[in-house]
């Protein structure tokens, strides 16, 4: 089945950039789905299509998607993004959703 | 907007069945697919599987064996049935709507979420 492999952690220090990478066989021909999710919450939806923004998320969150990796990229990073994200694909061969392992961003 | 609200016991016995109920509100429950999916305390997220309107579900291939995911569109509710539960079934069980395969495209994103039920097995 078709494997998402995402980093455990990324560190940051307010104001700077994270990056979370999301790393699949040929992702950038599927369209992928990013989730923020803070503790005792349930997952919001922050990037949809590798790179569209819902309606109320920040433009600070932006996505990317080519070859064998994904990228959510979070500008200016604010105490407040500190959370756990996970990236989602649709697994055609499968027919089934494949959500990435997660990644804890940490704010320093 | 379109809400999710799961419902359900919090303590089910191993060996019996796990038994779950998402309410939506806010729209209808047609022209979508409408999924369970899983959190194991501390642990990733887990797709369970989906039903539509219609009635058609897919299940994840590991638990196709135990699940059974059903649809009242005159409540505006699906439910979820998780058979044999033993502790490694522990975990936030979340109801989700998802963008169904259209013109050719893959079912899309999870939006929204329900606010997620904690479901303990033990005796």
């Known amino acids: 089945s078709y494997v998402l492999t995402q980093p455990p952690s990324v560190s940051v220090a307010p104001g700077q950039t994270a990056r979370i990478t999301c790393g699949g066989n040929n992702i950038g021909s599927k369209s992928v789905h990013w989730y923020q999710q803070k503790p005792g919450q349930a997952p919001v939806l922050v990037v949809y299509?590798?790179?569209d923004r819902p309606s109320g998320i920040p433009e600070r969150f932006s996505g990317s998607n080519s070859g064998n990796t994904a990228t959510l990229t979070i500008s200016r990073v604010e105490a407040g993004d500190e959370a756990d994200y996970y990236c989602q694909v649709w697994d055609s061969s499968s027919d089934h959703p494949v959500f990435g392992t997660g990644t804890k961003v940490t704010v320093l | 907007q379109v809400q999710l609200q799961e419902s359900g016991p919090g303590l089910v016995k191993p060996s019996e069945t796990l038994s779950l109920t998402c309410t939506v509100s806010?729209?209808?429950?047609?022209?979508?697919?409408w999924s369970w999916i899983r959190q194991p305390p501390g642990k990733g997220l887990e797709w369970i599987g989906y039903i539509y309107y219609s009635g058609s579900t897919n299940y994840n291939p590991s638990l196709k064996s135990r699940v059974t995911i059903s649809v009242d569109t005159s409540k505006n509710q699906f439910s979820l049935k998780l058979s044999s539960v033993t502790a490694a079934d522990t975990a936030v069980y979340y109801c989700?709507?998802?963008?169904?395969?259209?013109?050719?495209?893959?079912?899309?994103?999870?939006?929204?979420w329900g606010q997620g039920t904690l479901v303990t097995v033990s005796s």
């Open positions: 299509d590798d790179s």
């Open positions: 989700a709507r998802q963008r169904p395969w259209a013109n050719g495209s893959p079912p899309g994103w999870f939006d929204p």
């Open positions: 806010g729209g209808s429950i047609s022209s979508y697919y």
